[in-house]
């Protein structure tokens, strides 16, 4: 498993190239970052605060500037939340309820105060709008990351079903 | 989540070692007594064999596994053959060789059957004989010295090979006591999944392996090891049943301990490292169940401490309770390990780009929205309606200029970081009934320039819109307060409920207190937000928050509000007016705002299904009824002028593919030059709406509806929607029964008055000086003007400079007065290529006579109060090619 673990060192290990393939976007200057930003909202948090809630059909891709949220899934036949992942500066959140629009699949709660960047389907196309250019590495590398995570959960599955 | 740190739940042995609890010189000597503590075992059991077996199988073995399952790093750290193995690397002699790749893929293999064979042959060779024990022993401390010498790290033995690493690994999940590794100086990273290297993620790290060999190995070990311990100690002994028997039943234990495994795996879901742990400690307890008294009696002959018989029992339980909290954490390990495999599932950015996000989210003004307490950071200069819209909040808008009232909110604090209300924004939210309630303000006017907490829902707050209407009757006063209400009029008819109608009733009731007001409307609706219209195309809340008056508005007023009616006829000498209904109404003034409708050229084809003018809500609801029903996909647009494009971008955020039809050189001519509108045709571009200029529709090919638009150019496109937007043409039908001068419109002079001194006309319809703005803001005054001189005031109309926003998002376009520099006037002009911001200034003997602004939206408010003020920029004049809009104070 990818996961980091093991990152022994002088060894490049599979956790840190598997890492680095998931990367957004890695080859964007500060004026490209700029030129997107412009059109995205900065939204503080604070602790406590649910970002996101389960079922919401609410779809902006999210980046967290700094702070920390955990991400919990429904699970089970009672439906009890579980944490599933935590979030930090530089991760990136929502990305399917973005590209498809369908509802919130997880919650999302600050577990500090912290802040994030919030890019709403609208504000992409303004954005797409003046730079047609940008618009597309950012489709196409965000449809990138998200096959990879197909590809990853698929093998999970295979992992699990055995 | 990658990166040689992984802190938190899983440190690795560098961080663990921080934390260590003996000093480090210790254990080379806690080692040199471990090997001479092996040594010593094989002279015991070469002198005195009965007590070397006792001692070695009955008092010091059993304690392993129990070692194992409270502080596995301490053995993994003291153990004798780990300390042989180590030697030449300490020593630095090892050739440190790489295993070859099939043995350190299934090494686990070799060491569990390793493990299998010595503990099954205790049964028949190791329990009874001491030679053999101190030979096993012997050769095993040779096995572990060669391969320190052949290979890198514990590669050689401890970590690949040794048949007690893999019973060690089934419990060293959540040690008890967790001890660091103390043997590798540095890590050469000799082994997968190490649990050397992060004791607390190995075991997972296994069973979770992309590898399924791999991780099944693992597996099946702790499938067959209940089994294992049963046969051991269960069986009868082998020299009772023979050999061959006694090996066929010990597999076949082996056997129904993995079939037990595998059918509950089968059908119990559980995370991947439930089960093993599960069999590992029932494994466990298996053992010492037979091994406690045992190792109390041998206790007892060895050393002579004779054990209460409650004694075995006692340590049954405890390990028994110690299981169950083993398992419990293991579980919320589990939990947490898929959770960090989970982190790594997350895409990020790179350490530059978060750099460059920590600067764009820096420095924000923190603005909160009620009730929805959400927290936005914006720049300041941003007003409340865009930080709404960006937050995708619900708020209304239209003219985004404080004119059409579609968007009051309540500032609940810092209104001292908002610029004051100005004249136009105060009378907007009299006619609103809010002008009497010092926190209101029309969300578009709201620049913030300081930390603002605003509600968006200003009924329910504190004196919000329930304030009593009477309150602000003075709020926005006449300009004339001399003005006396004329005593003689009785009746007041106004024609047309849009803006510049309602304004009129409004203003002529303020100042009029007890005539009868009819408000006369053909349409279905109360006051609505006309410029907001194209919303109904692609938005899904139809005419929900379009209202511009609150329900009660006409009550509270004692206005009579006729809806869905119309006038279709007159009897001038009798100052009596004809329904359509056929009742009639008697007037002694008569308002008509009976604004205007589309201009519709004629185009061959034109008002086929499919077709369209786009002037009203309900053309507006038909437009996205009709592409509903028919799935249409293609539409065109005839006009590039404000109404055009936006009823074009309506159709494309609709999903509709778009091709607007510029008859002229570019986009809104009328409002921008033609640099400004290169920048606005490509954006339109990048949205994906295609322009094509100098282009005129020639006819329109339908069958049943539209389906191809025919060009002048001859050219032909595929079409299914097609509106004009070409113009208004003012409604003077009523007016010319009326026998009322009319030119293009209702010809007034500056009190608003017809030739027929008792009629009025104002908004749209109307025609002063030769000019029909059709803009909104000129409705409301003309509105104004009309409504309050039918009722005995003497108002006058001042014309102003148009201002016009396009309400198309992504894009800020605002257009002021003049927009090219004539005789006697000069420009001043600044664009900025890399943000697509463009700012024109026409400036006339030192005043501010028009403006252009595309990006721009901070200068608005100040254009337009400049505009309005007159004020001398003379001495200004070289800071509007600047960055700071302060300029205009
Ligand atoms: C989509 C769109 C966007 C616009 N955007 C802007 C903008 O951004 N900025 C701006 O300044 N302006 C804008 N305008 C123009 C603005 O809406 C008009 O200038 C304004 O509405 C004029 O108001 P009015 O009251 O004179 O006429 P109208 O609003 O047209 O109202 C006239 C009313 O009288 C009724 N009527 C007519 N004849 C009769 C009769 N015989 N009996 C009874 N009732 C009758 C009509 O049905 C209608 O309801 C826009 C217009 C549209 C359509
Ligand atoms: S992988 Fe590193 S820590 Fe583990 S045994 Fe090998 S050298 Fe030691
Ligand atoms: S008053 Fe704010 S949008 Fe019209």
Redesign the pocket.
């Known amino acids: 498993m990818d996961s980091g673990f093991f990152d022994?060192p002088d060894v490049d290990s599979a956790a840190s190239r598997a890492a680095a393939e998931l990367r957004f976007l890695p080859d964007w200057t500060d004026d490209e970052w700029a030129r997107l930003l412009q059109h995205a909202a900065a939204r503080p948090f604070r602790l406590g605060e649910t970002v996101i809630r389960a079922g919401e059909s609410e779809r902006s891709l999210m980046i967290v500037v700094d702070g920390r949220l955990d991400v919990f899934f429904r699970a089970g036949q009672f439906g009890r939340e579980v944490r599933r992942q935590s979030c930090d500066a530089g991760s990136v959140i929502g990305e399917q309820a973005f590209l498809d629009g369908l509802p919130r699949s997880a919650t999302i709660r600050a577990v500090t105060d912290g802040r994030l960047m919030q890019l709403t389907p609208e504000a992409f196309e303004a954005f797409a709008g003046h730079w047609p250019a940008l618009g597309k590495r950012f489709l196409f590398d965000l449809g990138r990351i998200v096959s990879l995570r197909l590809r990853r959960t698929t093998a999970m599955l295979e992992r699990e079903g055995r | 989540m990658a990166g040689a740190t992984v802190p938190g739940a899983f440190p690795n042995?560098l961080q663990l070692r921080e934390r260590g609890w003996l000093p480090a010189r210790l254990w080379p000597v806690l080692r040199v007594a471990s090997v001479a503590a092996a040594v010593a075992t094989v002279a015991l059991l070469v002198l005195v064999p009965d007590l070397g077996l006792k001692f070695c199988w009955g008092l010091a073995v059993p304690v392993l596994p129990a070692l194992f399952f409270v502080a596995p790093g301490l053995w993994r750290n003291v153990c004798p053959l780990a300390a042989l193995n180590q030697l030449p690397r300490t020593a630095g002699f090892t050739r440190a060789g790489r295993p070859p790749e099939w043995l350190l893929r299934h090494g686990y293999l070799v060491a569990v059957g390793g493990l299998l064979v010595a503990v099954s042959a205790r049964k028949w060779l190791f329990n009874d004989s001491a030679t053999a024990t101190a030979a096993l022993i012997v050769a095993a401390m040779l096995l572990a010295f060669t391969g320190g010498v052949l290979f890198r790290?514990?590669?050689g033995w401890?970590?690949l090979v040794c048949p007690v690493l893999p019973v060690e690994r089934l419990y060293n999940e959540t040690p008890f006591v967790r001890v660091a590794?103390r043997?590798?100086d540095p890590?050469?990273?000799?082994?997968k999944n190490?649990y050397?290297?992060n004791p607390l993620a190995a075991n997972l790290s296994d069973a979770y392996d992309d590898d399924a060999t791999w991780a099944g190995y693992r597996r099946l070990l702790a499938a067959i090891f209940p089994g294992f311990l049963i046969a051991y100690f269960g069986l009868s002994e082998p020299t009772a049943i023979g050999l061959g028997a006694w090996h066929l039943a010990f597999a076949l234990h082996l056997a129904a301990s993995a079939g037990i495994f595998f059918a509950v795996a089968t059908l119990v879901r559980m995370p991947p490292g439930r089960l093993p742990a599960i069999f590992a400690v029932v494994a466990l307890n298996i053992f010492y169940w037979y091994v406690t008294p045992l190792w109390l009696a041998n206790l007892a002959t060895l050393v002579g401490v004779v054990a209460p018989s409650w004694l075995a029992w006692l340590l049954r339980a405890g390990l028994l309770a110690a299981s169950v909290l083993w398992l419990w954490r293991g579980v919320r390990k589990e939990r947490a390990f898929v959770g960090r495999l989970a982190e790594g599932e997350g895409s990020r950015l790179t350490a530059g780009a978060t750099a460059a996000l920590g600067r764009a989210a820096a420095g924000g003004q923190e603005v909160v929205f009620q009730p929805q307490d959400r927290r936005v950071a914006v720049e300041a200069g941003r007003s409340l309606l865009e930080i709404a819209e960006a937050n995708r909040l619900p708020l209304e808008a239209g003219c985004r200029m404080g004119m059409c009232g579609a968007d009051p909110v309540l500032i609940v604090a810092g209104m001292e970081h908002l610029p004051p209300r100005g004249d136009d924004e105060n009378a907007t939210l009299a006619r609103i009934g809010l002008a009497g309630n010092p926190q209101a303000r029309l969300a578009c006017m709201c620049r913030v320039r300081g930390p603002v907490t605003v509600s968006l829902a200003p009924g329910s707050a504190t004196g919000g819109a329930a304030a009593p209407a009477a309150a602000d009757a003075g709020a926005a006063a006449p300009r004339s307060t001399t003005a006396r209400a004329d005593a003689t009029v009785r009746a007041l008819v106004v024609v047309g409920n849009g803006i510049a109608g309602v304004t009129a009733a409004d203003h002529a009731r303020r100042l009029h207190p007890d005539c009868e007001i009819h408000l006369v409307g053909a349409e279905r609706h109360p006051l609505y937000n006309r410029m907001a219209i194209t919303r109904l195309i692609y938005g899904r809340s139809a005419m929900a928050g379009l209202a511009l008056n609150p329900e009660s508005w006409c009550e509270e007023r004692r206005i009579t509000a006729w809806l869905n009616t119309s006038v279709h006829a007159v009897a001038p000498t009798s100052r009596t007016l004809v329904l359509g209904t056929g009742e009639t109404l008697a007037y002694d003034r008569l308002v008509l705002a009976t604004g205007a409708t589309c201009l519709i050229p004629p185009i061959p084809g034109f008002g086929i299904a499919g077709s369209y003018g786009l002037r009203d809500a309900d053309e507006a609801m038909a437009i996205r009824e009709f592409v509903q029903k028919k799935a249409c996909r293609r539409a065109v647009v005839a006009g590039g002028g404000l109404l055009g494009l936006e009823t074009a971008y309506a159709l494309h955020k609709l999903g509709l593919r778009v091709t607007v039809l510029e008859r002229g050189p570019w986009l809104l001519r009328r409002q921008l030059d033609a640099r400004a509108a290169a920048l606005l045709a490509s954006y339109l571009h990048g949205l994906g709406i295609e322009i094509l200029f100098q282009t005129e529709v020639a006819a329109l090919v339908c069958d049943d509806r539209v389906r191809v638009a025919t060009l002048k150019s001859g050219e032909d496109l595929a079409c299914e929607v097609f509106v004009v937007c070409a113009g208004i043409v003012p409604q003077v039908e009523l007016a010319c029964r009326l026998g009322l001068a009319v030119g293009r419109g209702i010809r007034v002079d500056s009190r608003m008055a017809t030739r027929d001194a008792a009629i009025f006309a104002a908004g749209d319809c109307a025609e002063f000086d030769g000019e029909i703005p059709g803009l909104w803001p000129t409705a409301v005054e003309q509105g104004r003007v009309a409504g309050a001189n039918a009722v005995g005031g003497d108002e006058i109309y001042v014309p102003q400079a148009p201002c016009t926003a396009l309400k198309v998002a992504g894009i800020d376009v605002a257009s002021f007065g003049r927009i090219d520099a004539g005789e006697g006037e000069t420009e001043v002009v600044r664009e900025d290529e890399a943000t697509r911001r463009y700012r024109k200034f026409v400036l006339r003997e030192g005043r501010l006579a028009g403006a252009i602004l595309i990006g721009c939206p901070e200068w608005s408010l100040g254009v337009q109060r400049a505009l309005k003020g007159g004020r001398d920029l003379g001495a200004l004049a070289g800071q509007l090619a600047g960055d700071d809009p302060a300029v205009f104070g």
Do not use: E
Not at chain 2, 187 to 191: A, I, L, M, P
């Open positions: 022994y | 042995y790290g514990k590669s401890c970590s590794n043997h590798c890590c050469v990273g000799c082994t190490c050397d290297f």
